[in-house]
């Protein structure tokens, strides 16, 4: 669907998302952020990470990843997020104990929040200026969404 509305996706693995909050346009349509397990990347890919949770706050690429505990250490591709229906979700994302695992911690759900709201203030400025065009997709989903109502 990403491709399909000219952006590129270059995740090839099935990878969780987490969907933190409801777009204002659409009470279906969600903001979905991509995650991995930090202990999967090697050295090279850790310090291009550090390099950028280290730059200043004001600087906007500081926002692009987050490193939090969800079920293990994680980093969130917050420049990678997406708008998101229940139409394209595979699946609940299970966890230890076998249970879908929802982020409790305020602090880190604030922090998500926070780096997520600046890069849709981003693209809301330049349409399209992720790699993703989070403008033309979101405008693809609102359209089905009309559609199917």
């Known amino acids: 669907m990403i491709k399909n509305n000219g952006g590129t996706w270059n995740v090839t693995r099935h990878r969780p998302i987490v969907c933190i909050i409801k777009t204002k346009e659409h009470d279906e349509l969600y903001w979905a952020i991509p995650m991995g397990k930090l202990n999967h990347r090697n050295d090279v890919a850790q310090k291009r990470l550090g390099f950028y949770l280290n730059l200043p706050e004001r600087d906007i690429r500081s926002c692009y990843y987050h490193i ?26 299970i966890g230890g104990a076998n249970r879908q695992y929802i982020i409790k911690n305020k602090n880190l759900l604030s922090e998500l929040e926070r780096k997520l709201l600046r890069i849709l203030s981003v693209e809301n400025t330049k349409n399209n200026s992720f790699r993703q065009h989070i403008t033309d997709v979101k405008r693809f989903l609102l359209q089905e969404l009309e559609f199917k109502n």
Not at 68 to 90: C, E, M, N, V, W
């Open 68 to 93: 939090g505990r969800i079920s293990s250490q994680s980093i969130l591709f917050i420049r990678d997020a997406i708008p998101i229906t229940d139409k394209y979700i595979d699946g609940v994302h």
